[in-house]
């Protein structure tokens, strides 16, 4: 018989997905739960799962598509006889294969509308983003520059290393062949005429980057990048928190040399060796001690109900910038997690990050974020809230400079704090005690015995 797989509902109201690409073909063999393709949803990829133990006979997406949630993405051939149509017609009606949020009724027939193609290729290369911090935000405009103009182009993990062999930059190569998954045939193409170096060069020979014909005086080109998947989302994400909560941010200056000082102390101990515990480990334990004593930076505003909902958890975000852009994952339950369990999951939520698995559950929700700007020798900045949320703490850079202390000039190691809370629930003397709280942590560590 045959059996339809649609687009299912990927979480928190996503309506569409685009088709990365597809691990299947028509005529292949595939098992239970078997990835059948890669989906790029406004917040991860996500890998889908076969419900159907069969044979594959049609795709109704290419690579590339965008596909509303409920519309078919692909059919099976699938051991059984043929029902008769008033048993397909029940059937229709049951429940759908076994998926978690199996997406609604399709919206619309026929096939998923094509993305826009890029435009013409600039004269000036673009940096590849391979930077992958633990917690950086590009929210911070006047701050921090990304090193890239757009997503990276779909291509296959194999042709990416290719590319790199050869001194190719696969955004230049994305320009020139549309918006389809560039192929090795496409890169080696493409080194041929600008003159890079061969497919044949000796392995671990840095290859020279490809020449770019200067354009004649008087050209203007330009590089035109779809405003799709995550930089989209983000992008709507806080235009839409920009303009609906008031946003204050305050400073400080901390002193944070016992703190660099215990942190030296815990990595000496073999005991822990299995443990990362950095700066960020310690603010993100310092933060959830003190939202317990200020509650109004771990709250929501609910404007239907007219009411502030202070939350009695920390469901703690925190920033990473990506090669797809910015994402805030979640560690839930924060201030359960004992300093090693804080080490532990930021270790987990970066690895998986990196790899570009997050999974959109994975970011939905969060109570107060972190975003570490210090990683990228950023003193301070005036981070944008996460919608739904009233407090965000920038973590600057620790630097040696000179400070007073106990009535001297010494050299001391220095960091600032920013945070942006909505001033609508938090009022300043509230935010102030917040970040006062968390400086009183990394100043005097053994302080949290009193929280």
Not at 424 to 447: N, S, Y
Request: aromatic share 4%; proline share 7%.
């Amino acid at each position: 018989m045959n059996a339809e797989f649609r687009l299912p509902d990927l979480g928190e109201g996503l309506t569409e997905a685009e088709v990365v690409q597809w691990l299947v073909k028509p005529g292949d063999t595939v098992a239970l739960n078997q990835t059948l393709a890669e989906v790029e949803t406004a917040k991860a990829v996500v890998e889908l799962p076969s419900p159907y133990e069969g044979t594959v006979s049609s795709l109704h997406a290419d690579a590339g598509d965008t596909v509303a949630v409920g519309a078919p993405l692909i059919a099976f051939d699938v051991a059984g006889a043929e029902p008769d149509a008033a048993a397909a017609e029940e059937s229709a009606e049951k429940a759908q294969p076994n998926l978690v949020g199996y997406g609604a009724a399709p919206a619309a027939a026929g096939r998923p509308a094509r993305r826009t193609r890029r435009g013409a290729v600039s004269a000036t290369p673009v940096a590849d983003d391979d930077v992958l911090a633990a917690a950086p935000h590009d929210a911070l405009p006047a701050a921090t520059a990304e090193p890239t103009v757009g997503e990276r182009p779909r291509s296959t993990p194999p042709v990416r290393a290719h590319a790199k062999r050869l001194g190719v930059d696969l955004v230049l190569v994305a320009a020139e062949v549309g918006d389809r998954v560039i192929t090795r045939s496409d890169v080696d193409a493409y080194a041929e005429r600008v003159g890079a170096v061969a497919s044949g060069a000796p392995a671990g020979v840095e290859a020279p980057a490809p020449t770019i014909p200067t354009p004649p005086i008087g050209d203007r080109a330009q590089t035109r990048i779809p405003i799709r998947g995550v930089r989209k989302h983000t992008a709507q994400a806080m235009v839409r928190s920009a303009f609906t909560a008031p946003h204050v941010t305050t400073f400080h200056t901390v002193d944070v040399t016992a703190t660099m000082e215990l942190i030296e102390q815990l990595r000496s101990d073999r005991s822990l060796a299995d443990h990362r515990i950095g700066p960020l480990v310690l603010v993100a334990k310092a933060v959830c001690l003190a939202l317990g004593r200020n509650p109004s930076l771990n709250a929501t505003w609910d404007e239907a109900a007219g009411e502030i909902v202070e939350n009695h958890y920390v469901d703690l975000g925190i920033a990473a910038a990506t090669e797809r852009g910015l994402i805030v994952p979640i560690i839930r339950d924060a201030e359960r997690l004992s300093l090693t369990g804080m080490a532990d999951a930021l270790q987990q939520l970066t690895a998986t990050a990196r790899t570009g698995k997050t999974s959109p559950a994975e970011l939905a929700g969060g109570t107060f974020s972190i975003t570490n700007i210090g990683v990228f020798g950023i003193d301070a900045g005036t981070p944008i809230l996460p919608p739904g949320q009233s407090g965000i703490l920038a973590v600057g850079a620790v630097r040696r400079q000179p400070w007073e202390h106990r009535g001297e000039i010494a050299l001391r190691q220095m960091m600032t704090l920013s945070v942006s809370f909505d001033h609508r629930l938090v009022d300043g003397a509230e935010g102030a005690r917040f970040l006062k709280d968390v400086a009183d942590l990394l100043e005097q560590p053994g302080r949290a015995m009193l929280f």
